[in-house]
C-alpha cells in the first residue's frame, strides 16, 4: 500500500490522538490536555510534528521536540511520540516516520536523536535498524546537523 509522510496540520490531530490511545494519558498533570498540546506544536519551531497517510486516512504519527542540551555539545532531538496503525505496515510505516524525524533533527541542527525505550521488546528491532543504540534509558542515535561537515 502507499503512504506518505508529511507534516501534521492542526486538522490531523483529532486522528492523531485516536491512533495514540492510552500513549497519551490524560493530561491530569498539566492544565492542556495532549491534543491541545500537539496542536501547538504543529506551529512551534522546535518541534515537528509528522503524520503518515494512506488514502488520506492517518496510519502513523510522530513528534519530534527539541531542546538545547551543553552535555550534548547543540540541541537534542526527542522522538516524544511514535505511533502506527497495527493495521498498515507497521514497519515500513514507523521506519519512514523514524527516518523523517532524523532528517528534521539534522536540519534544525541537533547532534543526537533520542527515543524513550519502546514498551515492547519486538519494538527494539525497530529502532536499531535506524541506528540508534541503547543508552540507558533511552536509545540514542547521533546525527550530523544540517551545514556541520565533519573533518
Not at 491530569?28 to 488514502?55: C, M, N, W, Y
Not at 505496515?89 to 524525524?101: F, G, N, R
Amino acid at each position: 500500500m502507499e503512504y506518505r509522510v508529511r507534516a501534521a496540520r492542526i486538522t490531523d490531530i483529532e486522528a492523531l490522538i485516536a491512533l495514540s490511545g492510552e500513549r497519551l494519558g490524560d493530561g491530569a498533570s498539566g492544565t492542556l490536555g495532549a491534543a491541545d498540546i500537539l496542536r501547538q506544536l504543529v506551529f512551534l519551531p522546535h518541534a515537528t510534528v509528522l503524520v503518515a497517510e494512506r488514502k488520506r486516512d492517518i496510519v502513523g504519527g510522530a513528534v519530534l521536540a527539541i531542546r538545547p542540551s551543553v552535555r550534548a555539545g547543540g540541541y537534542v532531538g526527542t522522538i516524544d511520540l511514535l505511533v502506527v496503525d497495527p493495521t498498515s505496515e507497521p514497519d515500513a510505516v514507523s521506519d519512514s516516520l523514524i527516518e523523517e524525524c532524523l532528517r528534521s533533527a539534522a536540519n534544525k541542527g541537533c547532534a543526537s536523536v533520542e527515543a524513550p525505550q519502546p514498551d515492547d521488546p519486538a519494538e527494539h528491532p525497530r529502532w536499531v535498524r535506524q541506528g540508534f543504540v541503547d543508552e540507558q534509558p533511552v536509545l540514542r542515535r547521533i546525527v550530523d546537523p544540517a551545514g556541520r561537515r565533519r573533518v
